[in-house]
């Protein structure tokens, strides 16, 4: 099916004007607006190759936001990303003081971990802000990459905690997350959280993870620069 055929397909079963968008924002898979009689919606391309199951969810959920119309949605877009690969980003894995490739390599070899090629970099600069919250890595299955955000890369941070994270995204690959009846994503499943606690410095890295949102935002300050 084509994005002219599903768009076609989906007019029909909304049975109101209908404005489409396709986009490939992974952040949000589908948004609608009402606006006038007329609806907006952007769709990811994904969808484009839908089952008509599938689509007949999208309507119920942009009309009523029925949740297993949700969970439906939700499983597609899962099964998309989990079985469909693409090339993954250009990133710098070589930073000011640590090495990111060769973080990689050495927790690979010392856990015995048995990995497809990866490709782990530091993330863009983010925008400093006041400091809530901090993503400290990702795993992204669809480009099988791992992103670790860039604030890590100090002399101050601890080699073992880069270690302990880069181990964490690496055993996503691992054990592969899965979605529960609900469409909600279940990323770490108790066999994923039996090998995490065999990193052999799991608790100095736990408790390292506890105090650091203090440490980065007296660094963002400015105190005690390196």
């Known amino acids: 099916m084509t994005m002219e055929q599903a768009a076609h397909r989906l007019e029909v079963l909304f049975s109101v004007p209908l404005q489409i968008t396709w986009h490939e924002n ?21 969808f484009a190759k839908a089952p008509s199951p599938v689509l ?51 927790v690979q070899t010392r856990y015995t971990l048995l990995l497809p090629a990866l490709s782990i970099g530091w993330s863009a600069q983010v925008r ?22 860039p604030w ?24 592969p997350s899965y979605l529960d009846a609900r469409g909600r994503v279940c990323c770490h499943t108790p066999e994923f959280r039996r090998l995490e606690r065999q990193f052999l410095e ?10 650091s949102l203090n440490y980065l935002a007296s660094w963002r300050r400015g105190y005690g620069r390196s």
């Open 202 to 211: 799991y608790k100095a890295a736990k408790e390292w993870e506890k105090k």
């Open 26 to 46: 992974r952040v949000s898979f589908i948004s609608c607006a009402k606006e006038q009689g007329k609806i907006r919606l952007r769709l990811h391309r994904l």
């Open 56 to 106: 007949e969810a999208i309507c119920s959920y942009a009309l009523t936001g029925n949740k297993e119309a949700r969970a439906l949605i939700r499983q597609m877009a899962h099964f998309h990303f989990s079985t469909n690969h693409s090339r993954p980003d250009c990133l710098e894995s070589k930073g000011r003081h640590y090495d990111l490739h060769e973080i990689a390599c050495q």
């Open 152 to 175: 890590l890369d100090d002399a101050r941070v601890p080699r073992y905690f880069l270690e302990f994270l880069v181990y964490h995204e690496m055993l996503h690959a691992v054990c």
């Open 128 to 149: 400093v802000g006041k400091l809530r919250s901090i993503t400290f890595g990702t795993y992204d299955a669809h480009r099988n990459q791992v992103r670790i955000h």
